[in-house]
Nanobody
Framework: QVQLVESGGGLVQAGGSLRLSCAAS????????MGWFRRAPGKQRELVAI???????NYVDSVKGRFTISRDNAKNTVYLQMNSLKFEDKAVYYC????????????????WGQGTQVTVSS
């Protein structure tokens, strides 16, 4: 089993910054992709930023130039630095990882964190 533990959410004023962290632990052979999604009230979950297969980084257009994803491979941890936060960034942020739990695994499996609330006051 694989666990993803997120931290760093909270309440911040518009224009402020927060840094989210997500640490993966458990039966990890390799991580094919790891990143962040979010679900705002009344909206569907959307990709925010991710290290995709091959190390390619993708951002949703609305956060480009404001959010930065980074990682520490030795710690199986991914971070999301969120600057210039806007009211519309308010959401529950979920960490996601595509993990291979053994070298014989035919494909990776998706795991999710419990979510961390980010609230931006206007």
């Amino acid at each position: 089993q694989v666990q993803l533990v997120e931290s760093g959410g909270g309440l911040v004023q518009a224009g402020g910054s927060l840094r989210l962290s997500c640490a993966a632990s458990g039966s990890i052979f390799s991580i094919d992709a790891m990143g962040w999604f979010r679900r705002a009230p009344g909206k569907q979950r959307e990709l925010v930023a991710i290290f995709a297969l091959g190390g390619i980084i993708n951002y949703v257009d609305s956060v480009k130039g404001r959010f930065t994803i980074s990682r520490d491979n030795a710690k199986n941890t991914v971070y999301l630095q969120m600057n210039s936060l806007k009211f519309e960034d308010k959401a529950v942020y979920y960490c996601n990882a595509a993990v291979r739990t053994s070298p014989m695994a035919p494909r990776s499996e998706d795991y999710w964190g419990q979510g961390t609330q980010v609230t931006v006051s206007s």
